[in-house]
């Protein structure tokens, strides 16, 4: 039962354009929602959240949208830079107050900024 | 500071070998967090611990698998007698308190043949 989905698993977005990544989720218990980007041969980075309580939540290029009625998250990146060429994680925190041992993972989506 | 640290990076096993994964949480950090990754899929959560204690284990498998987080020393995940099914990317997160913006670590590339 995958709880966390991350229906697209790539992306192409030319540089300079906005890239937009989806997720979405099936519990409503989640409370926390969190973004991670990952190099190839690297550890996830975390890049930004967003609490249950919020819609938005805006951090330089980076601007995540929560639509809890859809059940909707989504990542804006704007301006694309190549960069930006990664693969992207959304996690759900399973219950209140608790920490990256609540996280559940989507499968992830690979963004690749073209020149 | 050193961030979050794993070895061995990569890490062949013959089935029925034991895995032990290490991971030095970042300076300061005390919760310590490890996740596995199967190909093509998310991370998935596998036990939490503190210093000496484990808090939360419930995502990992009942036999074979166990983990510790020493008063001294790293983080060890260990796996008796691996399988291929065993065969994944482990990684390891710490916070400095049990925040959900964990620091991942570059994770270790278990690979049984």
């Known amino acids: 039962d995958q709880q966390v989905k991350q229906n697209s698993p790539s992306l192409s977005v030319q540089e300079g354009r906005i890239s937009i990544l989806n997720c979405d989720y099936t519990?409503?218990?989640?409370?926390?929602f969190l973004w991670y980007k990952k190099y190839p041969a690297e550890g996830p980075t975390f890049l930004i959240s967003?609490?249950?309580?919020?819609d938005k939540n805006e951090d330089g290029r980076f601007t995540v949208f929560l639509n809890k009625s859809a059940k909707h998250l989504s990542l804006h990146i704007v301006p694309s830079q190549p960069g930006d060429s990664a693969v992207y994680f959304c996690?759900?925190?399973?219950?209140?107050?608790?920490?990256?041992?609540?996280?559940?993972f989507g499968k992830g989506t690979h963004l690749i900024i073209q020149p | 500071n050193a961030g979050v640290m794993q070895n061995p990076r990569h890490l062949v096993r013959r089935r029925g070998q034991e895995a032990r994964l290490r991971c030095s949480p970042m300076k300061g950090h005390s919760h310590v967090y490890w996740y596995r990754q199967l190909p093509e899929e998310g991370l998935k959560f596998m036990v939490y611990?503190?210093?000496?204690?484990?808090?939360?284990e419930s995502g990992m498998p009942k036999e074979r698998f166990s983990a510790e987080f020493p008063k001294e020393g790293p983080s060890i995940l260990r796996i008796q007698q691996v399988v291929r099914g065993d065969s994944a990317a482990y990684f390891c997160?710490?916070?400095?308190?049990?925040?959900?913006?964990?620091?991942f670590g570059q994770g270790t590339r278990l690979t049984v043949v």
């Open positions: 997160a710490s916070s400095l308190d049990n925040s959900p913006e964990a620091f």
């Open positions: 967003i609490s249950s309580i919020k």
């Open positions: 996690a759900a925190r399973r219950y209140s107050g608790g920490g990256a041992d609540g996280l559940t």
């Open positions: 611990l503190q210093k000496e204690n484990i808090i939360d």
């Open positions: 519990n409503s218990m989640f409370d926390y």
